[in-house]
């Protein structure tokens, strides 16, 4: 049996119970086995590493670790070839994450979601349209299938938000306004005629700017939903 010290650091230690954060841990193992392989073993997928160390000099997760190597591990630190104009960053999202995908399309983000997808499913998703994967599962992280991804730290929505946008530097890209929260679809400006039959009085009255979604025919206008959602943005976000 083999014998190496792997030491995480930054937010890979939120995998790790108290006791084990920041602290080189032992890790026993046969031999042959690839760096990627022995640290999801610890717990870790390889969606949320960075960069890899054996003994100070940089590997790729193909490495196959000796005995007695010190293995250092540090995150990804904002996650590269994501696009800087709003549509460019795509995801799809669990099915335990409802409320996450309902806040990123606000922002207007493309955001997938269906609360009966399955594990291929989503992986697959992810792989073959180039989504970033965003779970609190993960052994999905962990699929080879699976090359961008995020595990959720929070089970709180808001905090949920806060993190993806932090985590993928998407502040910049908000664009509130412009896609459907049910479907996801991209609104189109409507004309107020068009909708009128579908409008409340009071909105009749004081409203006149109307978007639509093409997928599902929700009408959207700037309302107290609107406002919520601004609102939102100015506290949390700024
Ligand atoms: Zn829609």
Redesign the pocket.
């Known amino acids: 049996m083999n014998q190496a010290t792997f030491h995480f650091y930054g937010a890979l230690n939120d995998f790790f119970p108290d006791s084990q954060k920041d602290a080189p841990l032992s890790c026993s193992f046969n031999s042959d086995q690839s760096v990627k392989h022995l640290i999801e073993a610890m717990g870790v997928p390889h969606t949320e590493v960075g960069c890899v160390l054996v003994n100070d000099s940089p590997v790729d997760f193909s490495y196959r670790v000796n005995d007695s190597e010190r293995v250092e591990i540090y995150p990804l630190a904002g996650e590269e070839g994501v696009g800087e104009s709003p549509g460019t960053t795509r995801f799809v999202v669990d099915n335990h994450l409802g409320r996450l995908a309902y806040f990123l399309r606000m922002l207007g983000f493309d955001a997938l979601y269906r609360n009966d997808y399955q594990d291929d499913e989503l992986a697959q998703t992810a792989e073959q349209e180039g989504r970033l994967l965003l779970t609190r599962d993960r052994r999905l992280l962990m699929r080879n299938q699976v090359q961008r991804g995020y595990w959720v730290r929070s089970l709180s929505p808001r905090q949920q938000i806060l993190e993806v946008l932090r985590r993928y530097n998407l502040k910049a890209q908000i664009t509130p306004f412009r896609r459907?929260i049910?479907?996801n679809?991209i609104l189109q400006p409507v004309s107020k005629e068009a909708v009128l039959d579908r409008l409340e009085p009071l909105t009749r009255l004081y409203f006149d700017d109307f978007r639509i979604?093409p997928?599902?025919q929700?009408v959207y206008w700037k309302g107290s939903h609107y406002e919520r959602m601004r609102q939102f943005i100015d506290q949390w976000l700024t």
């Open positions: 459907c049910r479907c679809g979604c997928d599902c929700q």
